[in-house]
T-cell receptor
Framework: GAGVSQTPSNKVTEKGKYVELRCDPI?????LYWYRQSLGQGPEFLIY????????DSGLPNDRFFAVRPEGSVSTLKIQRTERGDSAVYLC???????????????????FGAGSRLTVL | AQKITQTQPGMFVQEKEAVTLDCTYDTSDPSYGLFWYKQPSSGEMIFLIY??????QNATEGRYSLNFQKARKSANLVISASQLGDSAMYFC???????????????FGKGITLSVRP
């Protein structure tokens, strides 16, 4: 698609419920990132995929959080047994992979979606 | 570990004037990239400008320029000729290239709120 698409845009759930958030990256982008942003704070890294595999999941706060990207395109962030502290905006971003030549190594820009606002009551 | 510091309180600028938003960083990686993003009230993160640690010149993109002072580990964003639409949160971010890779995560600061007055 033209941009990164995230669904749902808003999700209200009750404490203890299971939630799935979906991200559809820009077509052809092999790298996909999940971030969490609390009110008045900067985005906090959760997990990053290169293709189908999680290249870095060091930001997942605990084992209630899990993400998959089975076909190397769409990704789903899954949160089990939600808690009130999980309330935040969940941002997804994608980028094309860096190549060895040109563009300045490390210059890969993350393009973000509009986010999914999760509220846990 | 990498760290981004943005400590300015809310910033105000008169329309058409220039404004500087401060960012300092800390890393032991000799190769890194610095990014600035804008987040208006709509919530979307918009990429503004990139500076590589080995770039010889300060990056510029239209009205945005980056005042990169490597020895001081600062990467301040300068916005010239401010417009009302520049009112937003601004985030500085960094990627450590050697330690974590050219496609690795960005680490963001807490952001600075900029308000442009008419």
């Amino acid at each position: 698609g033209a941009g990164v698409s995230q669904t749902p845009s808003n999700k209200v759930t009750e404490k203890g419920k299971y939630v799935e958030l979906r991200c559809d990256p820009i077509s052809g982008h092999t790298a996909l990132y999940w971030y969490r942003q609390s009110l008045g704070q900067g985005p906090e890294f959760l997990i990053y995929f290169q293709g189908t595999g999680a290249a870095d999941d060091s930001g997942l706060p605990n084992d209630r959080f899990f993400a998959v990207r089975p076909e190397g395109s769409v990704s789903t962030l899954k949160i089990q047994r939600t808690e009130r502290g999980d309330s935040a905006v969940y941002l997804c971003a994608s980028s094309a992979s860096a190549t060895r030549r040109g563009g300045g190594s490390g210059a890969n820009v993350l393009t973000f979606g509009a986010g999914s606002r999760l509220t846990v009551l | 570990a990498q760290k981004i510091t943005q400590t300015q309180p809310g910033m105000f600028v008169q329309e058409k004037e220039a404004v500087t938003l401060d960012c300092t960083y800390d890393t032991s990686d000799p190769s890194y990239g610095l990014f600035w993003y804008k987040q208006p009230s709509s919530g979307e993160m918009i990429f503004l400008i990139y500076q590589g640690s080995y770039d010889q010149q300060n990056a510029t993109e239209g009205r945005y320029s980056l005042n990169f002072q490597k020895a001081r580990k600062s990467a301040n964003l300068v916005i010239s000729a401010s417009q009302l639409g520049d009112s937003a949160m601004y985030f500085c971010a960094m990627r450590e290239i050697i330690r974590t890779g050219a496609n690795s995560k960005l680490t963001f600061g807490k952001g600075i709120t900029l308000s442009v007055r008419p």
